[in-house]
Structures are given as C-alpha cells and as structure tokens.
C-alpha cells in the first residue's frame, strides 16, 4: 500500500506543545532550584534526555514500525503491561511516594509503569474491536469484555492506589466503542455502570472523598485539602491578561506544590497570563481535532482509526483533566499535563503514541480496508 509524508500540520501542532512544555518545565523548575541545585540539575537532565531525547527515539520508532505488527502482538502487549504495572506492589520493587505505589526503580531511575498500561490496553482494544467487526452490536463482543478488561486493570491500579488513570483508561474505551459502531444504548448503560462504580469508590476511598469534598467546598480546609486548588488560582488569577512574564513566578517557590509536575499550568497562567493559557489550550485542541482527522481520514483499516482514536483520545482527556483540576472545574486529580509536565517516561511514551499517529497519517486519502 502506498505511503504519503506524514501528517505535517498535527506534526508542527506537537512541535509547538513540547517547545512550550521544554521551555514552562525549564521555568517552573527555578523553584527546585531555591532549595535544592543538585535536584534541580538532576530533573533537567532527566526531562532533556531521557524525556525529550528518548522521546524522539521513540517518535522515529513508532513512526517505522509497521502498525499492523502492533496489532498481531497487541494481546502479549496489553499482558506485559498489566504485569509490569502490576510490579509496583511487590516490596523491593514498588517504591512509595506521597501514600501511593505507583513507581518501579530499576538502577536508582524511577518511572510509572502504567504509561505503558495506558497504550497497551489502547493497543489490544483496538485490535479486539477491529477484530468482532459488525459483533460490537452484540454486548457479549462489546460491553463485556471491556468490563473484564477494566476490572483486571481496577484491580492493579486500585491497589496502589491510582483511581485517576483508571478513569481515564475507562474513558478512552467509552469513546473507542462509540467510534466501533456500537449501540448507543449499550454505551449510556456503560456510563450508568462507570458512575455508579465510581460512587462506590468515593464512598470507601476517604482521599477520594476528601477531593470531591473539595471540589464542592473550595474554601473549606485551605491549608488541607483545598491547599492546592487554592494556590492554583491563586498563581492563574494573579497573571491577569499577559502574566508576570516568563521566569517571574512567585507560587512556584515554596507556595505551589510539585509546581514542575501536576500544577505546572498554574505556573503557565502566572507567568504568561490569559493568552498564554489561551494559546496552549488552543493548540490542545488543534492536536485533538487533527488527530480526529487523521483517524476519520487516514487511517487504512478499523484497527488503524481505532488505535489513533485511542490515543488522541487519552492524551487530550489527560491534558483536559490536568488544566479543569487546577481552575476548579473538575476535582484534583495529580495528572500531569501531557507533554509538559516533569516526567521523562510520560514524555518519552507520549512522543512514541505521536510517532504511531504519524505512522498511520501516512495513508493519505486511501479508503477504509479490511484484511
């Protein structure tokens, strides 16, 4: 099958996003260096390296790897990605931060396995979908074996506890079935059954409660729960229309919490004001709706559109879900904002997912195919 150039404009949209996170990540991160020079060289590196650089290996690979090749192995993916997230509960291995198990230290470097539980369940869903075809109508090819699939993955990431990813995994495979062909009906029962689990979670997770309580009671607890949120709109108000200018933060030393990691947006709307957080949702957008296009377009077969859907999907939910928590229009999750907050394997797997959307936006113009 012929190949065209990729997809030059969802390209420069994801050029722009990571020049923009190098550049806000570098900024927030002065408030590391306050307190501690050698964490401060430390994170840099590891974002510059391991994040960017290890990301446009990961680009190039995905961008060579035949797509096809992820589908024929997607089931051992989706597995191998289970057990390794599934590793950070074993003592020894899983290492704690904040009251959570969600680390792997592998020669004193830490990442997330469930970055990659992220795309290998995008991977193998895709595949399943593709693969019962016209079944998707039926709820025993559709709506159940997504139950399965979610409730092996609340299973390991409730235990840590991770409920953020899940729910952003769930919401993935809600718009995958959608994009399938399957019933609408089966899809709002699906969402009747992720609400209800979700109150059931709330009920028994005091944390999860605490930041649902939160979110209805801002002003309640604020050198507590709402600390955070409050210091966020704090750092995004006190920007005004242009910002303090870029470097000139103040929340970022000793008031803001992880303010190179979750609460970088904040820092975003201190130092480059309204427009500047204007410009960057903007361009999140521009990279969603491209991506569609790309899928709806480009995309040869069912698996192809399935799995860019997938994955533009996840990456825009994520970042969506980071900048609502910060401006109180959703409760705090702790996402990072995609691209730019610290984290060198989210970088790294998220410029690889990026790779794998240029991979099928190469198929330009070309009519939806089965084999």
Known sequence: ????????????????????????????????????????????????????LGGLVALYLGLKIPYKWLKKYSLILFVLSIILTALVLVPGIGQSHGGARRWIDILGYSFQPVEFLKIGFIIYFAAWLSWVKIKVKDPLFSILPLLIMIGIIALVLLKQPDTKNLILIASTAIVMLFVSGTPMKYILGSLVIAGIGFAILVSFQPYLKER??????????????????????????????????????????????????????????????????????CLYVAFALRGYRIALRNAPDSFAKLLVIGLVTIITFQSFMNIASLTGVFPLTGVPLVFI????????????????????????????LEK
């Open 1 to 52: 099958m012929k190949k065209y150039s990729i997809d030059k404009i969802f390209f420069g949209i994801v050029i722009a996003l990571v020049v923009i996170g190098l550049v806000s990540f570098t900024s927030a991160s002065l408030g590391i260096l306050a307190r501690n020079e050698a964490k401060f060289y430390n994170v840099i590196i590891n974002q510059f390296t391991f994040g960017f």
């Open 212 to 281: 649902v309580n939160t979110f209805f009671n801002p002003n309640e607890n604020s050198r507590g729960s709402s600390y955070q949120l409050q210091q966020s709109l704090i750092a995004i108000g006190s920007g005004g229309i242009s910002g303090r200018g870029l470097g000139q933060s103040i929340q970022k030393f000793n008031y803001l919490p992880e303010p190179q990691g979750d609460s970088i947006f904040a820092v975003i709307g201190e130092e480059l004001g309204f427009l500047g957080c204007f410009v960057l949702i």
């Open 341 to 368: 907050s610290q984290g060198g394997t989210a970088l790294l797997l998220a410029l690889g997912m990026v790779g794998i959307i240029l991979n099928i936006s190469r198929f330009q113009g070309k009519p939806m």
